[in-house]
């Protein structure tokens, strides 16, 4: 089994920014796409952004694209979302998704989760 942590998760003022980590464990040889999804209070969950596990093309939500980058680490083994700009409607629980094939973008597709950082955005 593959275990995702996340980390970086916090208060911020509109326009500030906040860079989120996510460690993976286990059998992380399985994985083939990193990915981070997000809850808004309310809300059902959604897609953030998403990464080939062993590097490549990333893929953005329309509402983050030009303010989130996602990156890996690979001596660390840690994928991260750097968040810039941060608006009042970022807020939400982020959370760390791996998958082993090529998942879409629904919450169904993908395989593992984390259990989610909190990140609160004032106006």
């Known amino acids: 089994q593959v275990q995702l942590v996340e980390s970086g998760g916090g208060l911020v003022q509109a326009g500030g920014s906040l860079r989120l980590s996510c460690a993976a464990s286990?059998?992380?040889?399985?994985?083939?796409?990193m990915g981070w999804f997000r809850q808004p209070p309310g809300k059902e969950r959604e897609f953030v952004a998403r990464?080939?596990?062993?590097?490549?093309?990333?893929h953005y939500a329309d509402a983050v694209k030009g303010r989130f980058t996602i990156s890996r680490d690979n001596a660390k083994n840690t994928v991260y979302l750097q968040m810039n700009s941060l608006k009042p409607e970022d807020t939400a629980i982020y959370y760390c998704?791996?998958?082993?094939?090529?998942?879409?973008?629904?919450?169904?597709?993908?395989?593992?989760w984390g259990q989610g950082t909190q990140v609160t955005v004032s106006s």
């Open positions: 286990g059998r992380t040889f399985s994985i083939n796409v």
């Open positions: 998704a791996a998958d082993r094939g090529i998942p879409n973008n629904s919450r169904a597709s993908w395989d593992y």
């Open positions: 990464i080939p596990w062993g590097g490549g093309v990333t």
